[in-house]
Structures are given as C-alpha cells and as structure tokens.
C-alpha cells in the first residue's frame, strides 16, 4: 500500500509541475500577444523594413549584388543603365565592405564578366566608403551618395571582361588586340581566337580603320608643336578628317605622338621608355587579370591602368534583371 501511494503522489507531483509550465507559457504567450496588439503600427513596421534590410544587406554582401551600369564601356553586353546582380561568392566574398576578402579556390576565367574595385577611385574614408555601400545594396542600386562636384556618380567599380589571363603579354594594332600566350611564340587575334573557342560577344569598335591615317597625322602635328616646330600644310590636311572622329584611339595618338617626339630629340631619354611602353603592350603576372571593355573606342580599362589584382575583383556577372526586356544572363 505504501509503494502505490507513493506512486500516486509522485503522478500528482509530475502532474501539478506539467500544469504550472503550461499556465505559465499560455500565460506568456497572452502577454506577448497582447503586446502586439498595442504595439505602435509605425514600430512594428519599423521592425519589420529593419529584418528585410538586415536581409537585403547579407544578401547583397556574401551572395548577389545589385549593380547599375553607368556608362557604354560594354555595350553591347551591357547597356548604360542595365541593372544587373553579380555573383559575390564565386571569388570569395568581403567579410565586410572593403575589408577582409575571404578566400577562395575559384579564380577569374579567361572572357568572365568581372567587377572590381576602380584603380583611379579616391576613398574619403572608411566610414563614408561603408555607409555608401550600405545604402546603395539596400536600395537596390536607386540611391547612391558617392557625387562629384557636378552631381555625377563617382565610379567605384567598374565591370569588364577579363580578356588577358596570367602569363600573357597583350599588343595593340590599331586598336585592336593580339595576344601573345604564355609559353606561346606567336601572337594571335582576339577575335580569331574568341571564334574559335566559339565566344559570341561582339567586340565594338567605333573609330575606323580608315580613319586611322587621319588620326596618325593629327599626332604627329601635335609632337612636332610640343617641340615647337610646326609641321607643313600637308600634314595639316591630312589630319582635318579627325573633327569627324567622336572616339578616338587615344593610345594610338599617343604612340605616333611619343614616336614623333623622339625623331625630334634623339637626345631624350624619356621619349624613348615611353614609347617601349606603348610598344611592348601589357604583361599579366600571377595574381592579376587584364580587363577590358567590350565597347574599345569608348572604355577606360587595364589599357590605361594595368592589369588588377584577384583581390580586388568582387565578383562575376550573373544577370540582367532591369529592364525587364532585357533580362537574361551575362554572356
């Protein structure tokens, strides 16, 4: 009788003790509910735009990107004013906005659409830098802080594609690229070479090849001026068709200009590095990428600043997802 009496107790207790957790969890529950119920309409929606945004920004920071393309540099890849979403993971994303890039076994691919850090882009600090970007991935590209003294964005990122690989070493001729490969001994056409490994995009060109003498002719004027020497009425008459050239290749210019400089002294030294720059083209060492825009005439690339570090690219173009006429992935 004592052992069943002490079972009976012991239910009792279990029971008792079951009864009070649950009243008391109902009990909170109610308590809770009837919060919401008084809660401010402005702060419950306050809570509820502070999730989505804590959301937005970890999508932004470690998955995808939003992105808006300012200027013609890709077209006819991308357009001016395309909003597109970049993959952030596939080179090892930031730990935080500017900082920390974690690592990662995937490396940039010959032809990827690649957006990195503006070598030409001067920072006004780290917390200005922080801030923009959190404003810019959580409106989804609609509001961006970082103006210049005329009201223009100032561009932080660029977005090219990645044309020369580690190893290579990259000429021009007339504008148009040739590529040497590394532990090749001849140079090849990149549009040769891009049919063949069957790459549609197209490669845009705005300044002629008949243009070109007018253009060789307009620097050469020029190199003989900056000596003070003035060139004949000839070379003036060939040189007038450049007025009609809205993208000129500069690099061209400044080849035939430095090139003119150094027949008219000799003596300089510094015409003579400067033209083996232009000359010799562009070597990509290990660790780096050479971008370059799809649209030649009208893109300032690793032409101008060289070949960029892994670090600083950010990621791959994925899509376009505005305007919806043209969604569709990056090719």
Sequence with gaps: MS????????????????????????KIRHEKKEKRKAKNPVLDWLDAFIWAACMVLLANQYLMQAYKIPSGSMIDTLNVGDHVFVNKIVYGPELLPGFFKLPSLIHPKRNDI???????????????????????????????????????????????????????????????????????????????YNAAMGWKHNVSRLMTQEQYPALYAA???????????????????????????????????????????????????????????????????QGRVLPLGDNRDNSRDGRYFGPVKESKINGKGMIIYWPIWRLGKIK
């Design 3 to 26: 052992n069943t009496s002490g079972q009976t107790e012991f239910f009792c207790r279990v029971q008792q003790i079951t009864e009070e957790f649950l009243t008391k969890r109902a």
């Design 114 to 192: 690649i957006i990195f850090e503006n070598p030409s882009y001067i920072s006004r600090g780290t917390v200005f830098d922080v801030t923009q970007r959190l404003i810019y991935m959580l409106t989804l590209t609609l509001i961006d802080i970082d103006k210049d003294e005329k009201g223009d964005p100032r561009v932080h990122f660029l977005i090219k594609r990645s044309v020369g690989y580690p190893g290579d070493r990259v000429i021009l001729d007339k504008g148009d690229i040739k590529i040497r490969f590394s532990g090749e001994d001849r140079w090849i056409d990149e549009k040769d």
């Design 219 to 285: 620097a050469k004027a020029a190199g003989w001026a900056d000596v003070k020497l003035y060139p004949s009425e000839n070379l003036f008459s060939q040189s007038s068709g450049i007025k009609d050239v809205q993208f000129p290749d500069y690099l061209a210019y400044e080849n035939v200009r430095i090139e003119t400089l150094r027949k008219a002294a000799p003596g300089d030294s510094r015409y003579a590095v400067l033209l083996a720059k232009q000359r010799l083209g562009w070597y990509v060492p």
